[in-house]
């Protein structure tokens, strides 16, 4: 109604304007109307006018509807010209900017198109004028004459000219960055040209490589390259030499290429794009510009910045020539400018460039709130470069905003925001709402890449830096490890992104202990930043200080101190300055000096802190980190009011950001509790570290699926330095024993439990690939590591299974996964009559010294905690026991019961526990370190007047860990017996050989599997004997079985050059085995380490009995007794397992394991009542020769189920 009253007042403006000719050209044609001839005459001699009366006079539709019909008889070629005078007159009001009259002339010119000309033409005269107000970039206005064009092509039900429409509604749409609408069109244009329009290939081209382009740009890049391939490939078929445009179908494919990753492809097309326009319009077109802008940000895709920046300034040359200085093609231009100088770090620049952009957008008026937010989003990246975090991330959730809106809520560029705001979210501590939108980011990435896309390996390290703030190492490693490894497939070993995940990675495995690992990666990440020219920038001074921190976990201070200051050199030069990164260096450097130089440590850190207030940022876990290590150079110098003050500051910041990093709070509770202790208030220092206590215990459940020897290493590096100050606080407070021993009861086994819970799953489905890759290695690992051949590759071999492991855990965690056990759930275990001795080595911290301390756990009484002595005085009376065992043959009895070593032993430790487990007649006995090769059930038991053993009053059953009590066995035994003896060990030269020959052990296999026999007729007996008895003969049976016995030779050897502690742990089950077949000609084929051992699925096997020399021998780990074949053993799914702990004839092992075999399979007793009867037999025989046989009897020990 408005637009009639408007049109009205605008015709009657008009008649009166033009002194009334219009309404006197009515007035004389109807004059004319019965008068053809004259008619004719008349209209040609008004043809000046006549356009602008058939709009104005559009209501006369009788009289309007002759003159058309007049026209078209009158003047049939001449039909076109008035078409064009019709749109001429329309377009008169644009020029007088009354577009609302305008475009209701523009309507009435239509529809007197569609009588003159019809409505093909029509169709195609919107069309144009379409395109007309596009190029304008009158987006509204082109939208609406397309939208027109589409319903006359729908009236007309024609599928080709609604095809058309349609393709130049998608062309629209995609330029307005409108891309699920422009998709929508392009897939409707593609489906009608292929319904109606099969012969016109071009046609077809451009709709699939258009709708493919679109695809690209919202993100969906496998439908993406589906189309453009598919274009492609009819281009190479049809078009061979070329079409029009073909150059922008190019540049399409360059953009595809880049997308994916596959650089070389996109160079390659971008280059042809390039070659067409350069012939076509000459190298200094607006169209080669944006190419080379394109082939820019190639480059900075590849971090080829310098090369970037060279194609970036040839563009902005050549539209500096073409006077495009302030056009939107210079503004988009300038914004790779600013990228290039983010990337660079040179902030200022970046900013300048951006900001001029902003100018030229604004200036033009740009309705493509996409490309606003695109910039935004870029000085959103400068602002986080500069750490205004909050200024950023108010940006980029307006930027958010507008991608959701406009792109979709799925489309990649939302996720790369989130991404961003994840990284916003880290730098200002909230990592748990960085998390969920890491998280985020990596679901939306992974829904439109696939698995594998250079965007999730950086989320990936990005999700992984969370968790480690968070302190959970468990995800930070998997997420860590996937980082790297999606780097490397996918951007190469030596790319920049790989050196950034890899320098992630070196910080992980830095916290958690594994140095050996983390050099490798960093010494590479600095290697890949020099060699791409990053020296000086923040890359590089992140690489610098880890390089430092590494360093100065090994020890080498001066060297640490130098790579710090070198850090802080670069960040001092940087500009803007990157303050908490100045301050953590500062704060490293502090640490370095804190013994040598405490003063001037105290000094860099009141430095840092003062950074830290002056800038506002001292809510922050650095923070966090620089108030504790100042607390602790107070504490040093005694100043304990101010230390516990700043302490509690730490404390209150760590209680903020770290969440599930309980260590840190832990540490902060444990000092302050000493600080309390010292000064005398004993119950507020019991009270604070009883607080310290629960968060450790908490530590403990986040690693649980890390790899095994990350599990140990946390352990070893965190719990035991906490253990230490606990027992030595704690030992006079019997109501926190139960909370002390929890810890050390999954500290003493925790890595035992996750190994033995993985090789139970070495069956499962889901990751049998992954175990069979990861026992490849492992054997590789195995040789290179023995036979002491190339480090570097044993490196690569240990990486290489540390990623198999993580993705074996990954897979498995769920079947795997049992909740962590505690003293209650172990009381429940024991039987009346039952008690668990339980040793831990501990340093005191009152005391300055190793001590010994031991736990008895009853059913149904309160734990007991014994101080039982100095370390070092109780190892030297083990090893003169153990060497008395060792090198006594046949002597009197009462030799043995008047010796020192046993008296001495007895006196200093036995004595003690006795006390408490009198009246029980199991022991299970938990020893750590040394105390495991004693055999305490040899022991004189002083407490008698008689001359009696302990085993005498108590069976002893071992055990690696008290978790195995607690491990449930649901696989049925086996079946069958396996004897293995008489091996024929090879012999290479007499002074060279290490294996001679046994005797009695092939006798000894002919006797137990006879008794086996008479016990179990029917049931199946295999014997491998001499040649026979080879490493892959025994592995092949092993599975299966319900008895195992082994004769053979044992070894156990340790390495001449030092190793770590870490290192001795992981290497712990290659230096013991099993001698075999052609021991003396080949290591790899004639020795079974414990190694190969735990690699195998032993589940189901009731017994295994190594009758060999030294099998219970090992290596001395603290929280791990002895490791080796008995630690291997029973991880492979062995229940129980008999082992000698020094060298026995083998004349007398054979008479000792005829009798044990006796009773366990013809008496029908149980393994540990059978063993315990057996040494009791030869005690008997003992007494009555007043012959020691304990060399013999004592050798032989039970671990594992009773």
């Known amino acids: 109604m408005k637009m009639t009253l408007v049109f009205l007042f605008f015709l009657i403006s008009c008649l009166l304007a033009q002194e009334d000719r219009i309404e006197q050209f009515w007035g004389e044609y109807e004059r004319f109307v019965d008068l053809q001839a004259e008619r004719k005459e008349w209209i040609e001699k008004n043809q000046d006018i006549l356009a602008q009366a058939m709009i104005l006079g559009y209501e006369k539709q009788e009289r309007l509807s002759l003159l058309i019909q007049d026209y078209k008889i009158f003047f049939p070629q001449a039909k076109q010209w008035l078409v064009d005078q019709l749109v001429f007159f329309s377009f008169s009001f644009y020029d007088e900017k009354k577009e609302e009259i305008a475009w209701e002339c523009l309507r009435r010119t239509f529809l007197i198109s569609i009588e003159i000309s ?237 900001l001029k952009a902003w100018e030229i957008f604004q200036k033009h008026g740009a309705e493509d709130t996409v490309l606003i937010a695109r910039l935004k989003s870029d000085m959103a990246d400068v602002l986080q470069q500069e750490e205004k975090m909050e200024e950023a991330q108010k940006m980029y959730e307006e930027v958010l905003c507008v991608y959701k809106e406009k792109l979709g809520k799925d489309h990649v560029s939302v996720w790369e925001v989130v991404h961003r705001l994840s990284m916003v979210d880290m730098a200002l501590g909230n990592y748990t709402r960085g998390l969920g939108r890491a998280k985020e980011a990596l679901g939306g990435f992974q829904r439109i890449y696939g698995a594998e896309h250079e965007s999730i390996a950086g989320v990936c390290n990005l999700i992984s830096l969370l968790y480690q703030n968070l302190g959970d190492w468990e995800n930070a490693y998997t997420y860590s490890l996937r980082a790297v490894a999606l780097c490397e497939k996918l951007l190469g070993r030596k790319h920049p992104d790989t050196a950034t995940s890899m320098n992630s990675h070196a910080i992980l495995l830095l916290r958690m202990g594994n140095a050996d690992n983390a050099v490798n990666f960093l010494k590479e990440a600095q290697e890949i930043f020099g060699i791409y020219g990053y020296q000086n920038t923040s890359l590089m001074a992140t690489i610098l200080h880890n390089i430092g921190r590494l360093l100065e976990k090994s020890g080498k201070e001066e060297l640490a101190l130098e790579y710090f200051r070198k850090s802080l050199d670069i960040e001092g030069k940087k500009e803007p300055k990157r303050w908490m990164e100045i301050a953590t260096c500062l704060n490293s450097i502090a640490c370095l000096l804190r013994y040598k130089q405490p003063e001037e440590a105290k000094k860099n850190l009141y430095q840092a802190r003062n950074i830290l207030e002056k800038n506002s940022i001292q809510k922050h876990p650095v923070s966090g980190q620089i108030f504790y290590n100042l607390a602790i150079l107070l504490k040093d110098s005694q100043e304990y009011e101010e230390a516990y003050k700043i302490y509690e500051k730490a404390l209150e910041i760590f209680s903020m950001f770290s969440h599930k990093n309980f260590y840190l709070k832990a540490c902060c509770l444990k000092d302050m509790a000493d600080i309390c202790q010292k000064k005398g208030n004993r119950e507020k220092a019991l009270l604070l570290f009883q607080e310290a206590l629960e968060n450790m215990e908490k530590t403990l459940l986040y690693v649980k699926n890390l790899p095994e020897t990350e599990q140990q290493t946390y352990i070893y590096l965190y719990i035991t330095p906490f253990l230490n100050v606990g027992i030595s606080l704690l030992q006079d407070s019997p109501q926190d024993y139960e909370k002390i021993y929890n810890m050390i009861l999954a500290y003493h086994g925790y890595t035992l439990r996750t190994l033995w819970m993985r090789n139970k799953s070495k069956n499962n489905p889901l990751a049998l690939d992954v175990w069979t890759r990861y026992q490849n290695k492992a054997r590789q690992y195995a040789m290179q590591y023995f036979e002491e051949q190339n480090s570097q590759k044993t490196e690569r071999l240990d ?213 086996y026999k008479k016990a179990y007729p029917g049931e199946k007996h295999i014997r491998l004997m001499e040649k026979d008895a080879s490493k892959k003969n025994l592995i092949l049976s092993l599975p299966g079985k319900k008895y195992i016995h082994i004769a053979s030779h044992g070894f156990f050897w340790e390495k001449n050059k030092p190793e770590s502690s870490i290192l001795r742990y992981k290497n712990r089950l290659l230096v013991s085995g099993i001698a075999l077949k052609d021991a003396n000609l080949s290591l790899e084929s004639g020795i079974l380490t414990a190694y190969d051992l735990s690699l195998l699925n032993l589940q189901g096997i009731e017994l295994m009995v190594l009758s060999c020399c030294t099998t219970g021998t090992g290596l001395w780990i603290k929280g791990h007794g002895i490791a080796g074949l008995r630690t291997a053993s029973l991880c492979a799914g062995v229940r129980s397992l008999m082992v000698s702990l020094w060298d026995v004839q083998d004349q007398e092992t054979q008479k000792f394991m005829q009798k044990f075999y006796q009773n366990l399979w013809m008496e029908k007793t149980g393994k540990l009542d059978s063993l315990h009867k057996t040494k009791l037999e030869w005690i008997q025989k003992e007494k009555e020769e007043k012959i020691w046989k304990g060399n013999v009897w004592a050798s032989f020990i039970l671990l594992g189920k009773p």
């Open 118 to 354: 019809g409505v093909e033409d029509t169709i195609t005269l919107v069309t144009r004028l379409g395109k007309f107000f596009q190029g304008r970039r009158h987006t509204n206005k082109a939208r609406a004459l397309f939208e027109y064009a589409v319903s006359l092509a729908e009236e007309k039900n024609d599928g080709y000219l609604i095809g058309l429409a349609y393709y130049s509604l998608g062309l629209l749409e995609k330029e307005a960055s409108h891309l699920i609408l422009a998709e929508t069109y392009f897939s409707k244009s593609l489906k009608m040209a292929r319904d109606t329009m099969k012969d016109d290939t071009l046609f077809i081209f451009h709709c699939i490589s258009c709708l493919g382009a679109t695809l690209l740009k919202m993100g969906k890049t496998e439908e993406a390259q589906l189309h453009l391939e598919e274009a492609l490939k009819l281009q190479q078929k049809y078009f061979p030499d070329g079409l029009e445009e073909i150059e922008l179908f190019f540049h399409d494919l360059g953009f595809l290429y880049q997308n994916i990753g596959e650089y070389h492809k996109s160079a390659e097309y971008y280059q042809k794009a390039l070659s067409i326009l350069e012939k076509q319009e000459g190298k200094e077109s607006m169209s080669v510009a944006m190419v080379k802008r394109h082939l820019g940000t190639l480059f900075i895709k590849q971090k080829k910045l310098a090369d970037a920046l060279k194609w970036i300034e040839e563009a902005l040359n050549i539209q500096r020539e073409k006077d495009a200085v302030d056009s939107p093609e210079m503004a988009e231009t300038l914004q790779v400018l600013g990228t290039v100088y983010s990337g660079l770090e040179e902030t200022a620049k970046a900013r300048e460039s951006f």
């Open 799 to 1011: 990486e290489e299974m540390r990623k198999c492991e993580s993705e074996w855990i990954e897979k498995t965690k769920e079947s795997t996964f049992v909740m962590p056990l505690n003293f209650k759930e172990l009381q429940k275990k024991l039987l009346p009559k039952e008690a668990l001795v339980h040793f831990f080595s501990y340093y005191n911290t009152n005391q300055k010294e190793d001590r010994i301390v031991v736990f008895v756990i009853f059913r149904d009484k309160p734990l007991v905690c014994l101080e039982i002595g100095s370390e070092e005085k109780i190892q030297k009376a083990c090893s003169e026991l153990y060497n008395l065992f060792e090198s006594m043959g046949e002597i009197k009895r009462r030799h043995y019961f008047s010796s020192n070593a046993a008296r001495n032993l007895y006196e200093m430790v036995w004595k003690k526990i006795s006390l408490y487990v009198e009246g029980n007649k199991r022991i299970y006995l938990v020893p750590d370190s040394f105390i495991g090769m004693i055999p305490w059930e040899a022991l004189p038991d002083f407490s008698s007047k008689k001359e009696r053993y302990c085993v005498e009053k108590y069976q002893f059953c071992y055990l690696n860990s008290a978790y195995e009590l607690l491990f449930e066995e649901k696989i049925a035994s086996g079946k069958g017996f396996l004897g293995v003896g008489a091996v024929d060990y090879g012999t290479c030269s007499p002074e060279k050989n290490l294996y001679g020959e046994l005797t009695y052990t092939g006798r000894e296999i002919q006797e137990i599997e006879s008794i």
